[in-house]
């Protein structure tokens, strides 16, 4: 008899034989059926990911329309009013949308003014230049806001987030131009070269203080030797950061930041003459 056969029923020999035949790998079939298994998973994950991309196009094409109609509906609003123009922007990278990536990106393909703010960055640069003499290339935000509006065609209102913007869109030019935050004061700096950790720090107690530093001053808070102190505000002196006062007898002399003292005297009420006299 085959040996099969000869097995007793529930023997502990056929219970072994069954078990040893149970952990075999599968036969040629089972690898053709595993093989079949996973092409048809594959099969329908393609499908699932082309569907999805299809859904996916769809969306977008629908924001898009979206974002047009309403573009075109506010056009007049969204270039005159910079509060509205700011909740479109947000509106826009809410939807997953730059309107600033290129110059022939959303805004030059929805509303036509797709040099909007490249031109704003212009003028904004332009500011900076005409008043480096002043202030060496450190122009307060505010104090920037006012000659842009200045130039600008009557009802062609900015705010500071459309300057913030327009800066953004100088980044192609270097590190040379951008917003810094000094003492709670945002400033717009056009300098060949970025600060180091001791003049950024000296500006940034010059902008507590009103506009004005000096070496004393630094050696008071931050505990630095003189000579380091001195080589802080020598950095600006040298780039022509800063005018210099030394009609002060208590101090050696006091490096002031033009634009920094401006716009403190504005919303002081300080006459420029009394904080910037002898100050060159």
Same mark, same amino acid.
């Given at each position: 008899?085959?040996?099969?056969?000869?097995?007793?029923?529930?023997?502990?020999?056929?219970?072994?034989?069954?078990?040893?035949?149970?952990?075999?790998?599968?036969?040629?079939?089972?690898?053709?059926?595993?093989?079949?298994?996973?092409?048809?998973?594959?099969?329908?994950?393609?499908?699932?990911?082309?569907?999805?991309?299809?859904? $996916?196009?769809?969306?977008?094409?629908?924001?898009?329309?979206?974002?047009?109609?309403?573009?075109?509906?506010?056009?007049?609003?969204?270039?005159?009013?910079?509060?509205?123009?700011?909740?479109?922007?947000?509106?826009?990278? $809410?939807?997953?949308?730059?309107?600033?990536?290129?110059?022939?990106?959303?805004?030059?393909?929805?509303?036509?003014?797709?040099?909007?703010?490249?031109?704003? $960055?212009?003028?904004?640069?332009?500011?900076?230049?005409?008043?480096?003499?002043?202030?060496?290339?450190?122009?307060?935000?505010?104090?920037?806001?006012?000659?842009?509006?200045?130039?600008?065609?009557?009802?062609?209102?900015?705010?500071?987030?459309? @300057?913030?913007?327009?800066?953004?869109?100088?980044?192609?030019?270097?590190?040379?131009?951008?917003?810094?935050?000094?003492?709670?004061?945002?400033?717009?700096?056009?300098?060949?070269?970025?600060?180091?950790?001791?003049?950024?720090?000296?500006?940034?107690?010059?902008?507590?203080?009103?506009?004005?530093?000096?070496?004393?001053?630094?050696?008071?808070?931050?505990?630095?030797?003189?000579?380091? $102190?001195?080589?802080?505000?020598?950095?600006?002196?040298?780039?022509?950061?800063?005018?210099?006062?030394?009609?002060?007898?208590?101090?050696?002399?006091?490096?002031?930041?033009?634009? @920094?003292?401006?716009?403190?005297?504005?919303?002081?009420?300080?006459?420029?003459?009394?904080?910037?006299?002898?100050?060159?």
């Amino acid at each position: 008899q085959p040996f099969v056969a000869s097995l007793q029923a529930n023997s502990p020999l056929s219970r072994i034989f069954l078990a040893v035949i149970m952990r075999r790998g599968p036969g040629i079939a089972g690898l053709i059926k595993n093989k079949e298994t996973k092409n048809t998973m594959g099969a329908v994950g393609e499908r699932l990911e082309n569907t999805q991309l299809s859904s $996916a196009k769809t969306q977008l094409q629908s924001l898009r329309a979206a974002l047009t109609e309403f573009a075109q509906k506010h056009r007049d609003r969204i270039n005159s009013d910079p509060q509205f123009r700011r909740a479109f922007c947000e509106m826009c990278v $809410a939807a997953g949308v730059d309107p600033l990536a290129s110059s022939k990106g959303l805004w030059d393909e929805l509303l036509g003014v797709g040099q909007f703010y490249n031109e704003l $960055a212009v003028q904004v640069l332009t500011a900076c230049l005409r008043t480096r003499d002043v202030n060496g290339g450190l122009l307060d935000l505010g104090e920037c806001l006012k000659l842009v509006q200045a130039s600008r065609a009557a009802g062609q209102f900015v705010d500071t987030e459309d @300057i913030s913007r327009a800066v953004d869109c100088l980044s192609a030019l270097g590190r040379g131009v951008g917003i810094r935050l000094c003492g709670g004061r945002r400033l717009v700096y056009s300098v060949p070269d970025e600060l180091s950790a001791d003049p950024s720090q000296a500006l940034e107690v010059a902008a507590s203080l009103g506009g004005k530093i000096s070496a004393d001053e630094l050696v008071r808070r931050f505990g630095w030797t003189a000579e380091r $102190a001195d080589a802080a505000l020598t950095h600006f002196v040298r780039e022509g950061l800063c005018w210099v006062d030394t009609q002060d007898e208590a101090v050696d002399r006091w490096c002031w930041f033009p634009s @920094i003292a401006l716009a403190a005297m504005d919303r002081n009420g300080t006459p420029a003459g009394t904080m910037l006299e002898g100050a060159r």
